[in-house]
């Protein structure tokens, strides 16, 4: 059986530990900052979904009723393309 190639190659020369603390430490802020920045986009979007349920209720439609019979009519409430997926481990999207 051929050997797998590791991910560090011998050309190239290893970092040192500081150069990967810093790397690992500059990585966790840049992820902090972007959980922050989707966190607000998620507060946007329930604020706008909200809008249109207030002005849906405005306009006399009963969405509970509606969530009530989809949910009768169509199962579960997984979204259609994700219905048959599994959900894979970071770990095996990250190789």
Request: overall charge positive.
């Amino acid at each position: 059986m051929a050997k797998k190639k590791t991910a560090k190659s011998q050309s190239q020369p290893q970092a040192s530990g500081e150069e990967q603390v810093g790397f690992h430490k500059g990585a966790l802020a840049t992820l902090a900052k972007e959980r922050e920045e989707l966190g607000r986009i998620l507060q946007i979007v329930e604020q706008l979904m909200q809008m249109h349920v207030k002005a849906l209720k405005d306009l006399g439609i009963d969405l509970e009723k509606a969530a009530k019979e989809a949910q009768k009519a169509g199962g579960g409430t997984a979204t259609p393309a994700a219905a048959g997926r599994p959900k894979k481990p970071i770990e095996d999207l990250l190789r």
